[in-house]
């Protein structure tokens, strides 16, 4: 129903920064929220922040507050991540999902990107 596809990842220096993208297609007129996790090698998926499409609040993990920026773009159907300051920590897969149910949860998500790859060296 959803497609989304994640770009923009890379290899940086800590302290960089770097912006994501994920556009979304199909049924876009459904979605309720978008968001983005991440997933470090032997470790679980995480959350990591979440945008409503319909008011634009922000949800963020309190490991990156502060420092990463979810934003979006109603014409293009894109959510973005706007990542500074970044640390070897935020070495992760970075998935970007989509909900197209109502929740007032802001990790309640049903639809994922296929990730990229995010690399912060020391």
């Known amino acids: 129903q959803v497609q989304l596809v994640e770009s923009g990842g890379g290899l940086v220096q800590a302290g960089g920064s770097l912006r994501l993208s994920c556009a979304a297609s199909?049924?876009?007129?459904?979605?309720?929220?978008m968001g983005w996790f991440r997933q470090a090698p032997g470790r679980e998926r995480e959350f990591v922040a979440t945008?409503?499409?319909?008011?634009?609040?922000?949800y963020y993990a309190n490991s990156v507050k502060g420092r990463f920026t979810i934003s979006r773009d109603d014409a293009k159907n894109t959510v973005y991540l706007q990542m500074n300051s970044l640390k070897p920590s935020d070495t992760a897969v970075y998935y970007c999902?989509?909900?197209?149910?109502?929740?007032?949860?802001?990790?309640?998500?049903?639809?994922w990107g296929q990730g990229t790859q995010v690399t912060v060296s020391s």
């Open positions: 199909g049924r876009t007129f459904s979605n309720y929220a």
């Open positions: 999902a989509a909900r197209t149910f109502y929740s007032d949860k802001p990790d309640a998500f049903n639809y």
């Open positions: 945008i409503s499409w319909s008011t634009s609040s922000t």
